[in-house]
Every structure is written in C-alpha cells, then in structure tokens.
C-alpha cells in the first residue's frame, strides 16, 4: 500500500471504534472514580487513627487519674 492510499472504513466498523472509544473512556472514568473513594477512605482512615490515639491517651490519663485517687482514698482510710 502506499502512502497515498486512503483507507475508508465501513459505518459498521466506524460504529464498532466509536463504542471501543467509549468504553475506554467509561473505564478511565470509573478508574478515577475508584482512586477518588479510595483517597477519601485513606483520608477517613488517617482521621480514625488520630481519634483512636487520642482517646488511648485519654484512657490512659483517666486510669492514673483513678489510681491517684485510690492511693488518696487509701492513705486516709487505710485498706479494706
């Protein structure tokens, strides 16, 4: 074939590109649809972490809070 030739192709087989095309398009979109949810489920997670953690401390500051008061409660009544 040389390079002057044009090809021609058939309306069936121009429809058939088309809904190739279109295809390709809806999963490049569903793809970007998908790393979206994804960046807001990391995000939602990162936010979890940092709640958790604090609430561990939290935790942690309440149960000293009632050791000391045990140790007071303790020291004045004495055991029992």
């Not at 002057?4 to 390709?24: G, M, S, V, W």
């Amino acid at each position: 074939m040389n390079e002057k030739t044009q090809i021609k192709f058939t309306d069936d087989e121009l429809a058939e590109l088309r809904d190739l095309q279109l295809k390709y398009q809806q999963n490049i979109l569903k793809f970007g649809e998908l790393n979206i949810e994804r960046l807001a489920i990391e995000t939602s997670i990162a936010n979890l972490k940092v709640s958790e953690n604090e609430l561990k401390q939290e935790y942690s500051s309440l149960q000293k809070q009632e050791q000391s008061l045990i140790d007071k409660i303790i020291a004045k009544y004495g055991e029992g």
